[in-house]
């Protein structure tokens, strides 16, 4: 699976089969997240408990059915900088876990803190986990349901950007990256983030006029979800970080 096949297969799983991911692909996930924290001085850590088949972390049982026995622990500078950071590496660990026929969802509320105990630096907090695990062949009524109602007040995709021009006639690269945008997580699918596309130069902001932390997560998370977008339909590129921060096409 290509990351962008794994970018439109992802969804929040919030079901997990009782099994164990394989060591091989555990190896895989640990270097993806030492290149994170290499490229970022990110500070993620990977709970590995296949062995011992004990869970990972305690998910919250109203939300959640099954067990995960690995998780990602999300820890990064406590700053709005550093929670952005963490969204846009969050999502390249998360799109990697689903090429590799995994399941995922990113909870930074709805688990139990006392259930992992992350190493955490000066300057430095635990935004959220990452369980990663098997998602059920059915996913179950409640959290069919859970799914459905908070995903059912998603925006239209042309909401996605601030621009000049109309929406269908922007660039098929920004198009398509708003597109990618649109399908990514948010918390409680809030959507906060839009493209804008101005003088030329595209950049994202968080549009809501009341702010929290965990939106800066969400606006780093959109920059990844972007930057796939438009490479799928050809255009490479890098973002800054920050809200003023350009999306540079190479
Ligand atoms: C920063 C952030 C925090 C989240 N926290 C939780 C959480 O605590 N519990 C939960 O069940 N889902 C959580 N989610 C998942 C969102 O609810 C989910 O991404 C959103 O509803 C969109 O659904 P989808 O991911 O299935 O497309 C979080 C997502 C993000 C990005």
Redesign the pocket.
């Known amino acids: 699976m290509t990351e962008f096949e794994a970018l439109n297969a ?3 799983v ?1 079901s997990y089969e009782k099994r164990p991911v394989p060591p091989e692909i555990v190896a895989e996930l640990q270097a993806v997240i030492d290149d994170c924290n290499a490229a970022a001085g990110l500070h993620f850590q990977l709970v590995d408990l296949s062995a011992a088949i004990k869970p990972a972390v305690k998910l919250s049982p109203g ?2 059915a099954g067990e995960v026995y690995t998780c990602a622990l999300l820890v990064g500078p406590e700053d709005e900088i550093g929670g952005e950071m963490v ?1 846009y590496f969050s999502e390249k660990l998360i799109l990697r876990a689903v090429a590799l026929g995994l399941g995922t ?7 139990d803190r006392k259930s992992v105990s992350p190493a955490i630096g000066e300057g430095e907090k635990l935004w ?1 986990v990452v369980p990663i695990g098997y998602a059920t062949a059915r996913t179950p009524v409640i959290q069919r349901a ?2 459905s109602r ?2 059912a007040k998603d925006r239209n995709t042309e909401d996605f950007v601030e621009s000049d021009f109309p929406y269908a006639s922007l660039p098929a690269w920004i198009r398509a990256g708003a597109e990618a945008v649109k ?7 809030q959507q906060p983030v839009n493209i804008v596309y101005k003088g030329g130069l595209v950049t994202a902001r968080l549009w809501k006029e009341k702010k929290n932390q ?1 939106m800066y ?2 606006l780093g ?1 959109a920059k990844y979800q972007f930057q796939v977008g438009a490479e799928n339909v050809g255009v490479r590129g890098f973002w800054n970080f920050g809200e003023d921060g350009e999306f540079i096409a190479e």
């Open positions: 992802r969804i929040s919030r939300m959640f969204g969802c990113w909870v930074a509320g709805t688990y959220g859970v799914r908070i995903r399908a990514g997580p948010s918390a409680v699918n965990m997560n969400d998370i």
